[in-house]
């Protein structure tokens, strides 16, 4: 799973549980047992955060075949965080498309050399 996944579930877990804790403010019979609930969602967060929440920066930036954007990833399979094209790890330690896993658009889409061009003013139609 990619980094960025792990990150938000903490996040959700971090409101989470204060929400949790907040709800047991209005009831004095259940504030006990939401407070312990809520305390171990918070708990939950900030251990997922400690896990996956530094980057490292010795990573090196790959470049997307899909998309053209750069992007630190880590482990044997991760995705772009841009367009989500999922990318495996080959033995010379660069990345490429996963066919594996069954993504048709990998082989389909052609890599634009400049993919920032057309967001600047070109027409589309011109050449």
């Not at 996040?11 to 047991?24: A, D, E, N």
């Not at 006990?32 to 929440?53: A, E, K």
Request: glycine fraction near 12%.
């Amino acid at each position: 799973m990619n980094s960025n996944k792990w990150r938000n579930w903490a996040l959700v877990f971090m409101f989470g549980g204060f929400f949790v804790m907040y709800c047991g403010m209005y009831s004095r019979a259940l504030l006990p047992y939401l407070l312990v609930v809520g305390g171990i969602g918070v708990v939950i967060g900030i251990l997922l955060y400690f896990r996956f929440g530094p980057v490292n920066t010795s990573i090196q930036k790959v470049t997307c075949p899909r998309c053209g954007q750069s992007a630190r990833l880590t482990g044997e399979i991760d995705a772009c965080p841009h367009c989500h094209l999922t990318l495996r790890r080959t033995p010379s330690g660069s990345y490429e498309p996963d066919v594996q896993t069954g993504d048709a658009r990998t082989t389909s889409v052609p890599v634009d050399p400049n993919p920032a061009a057309d967001r600047v003013g070109r027409n589309p139609g011109s050449p």
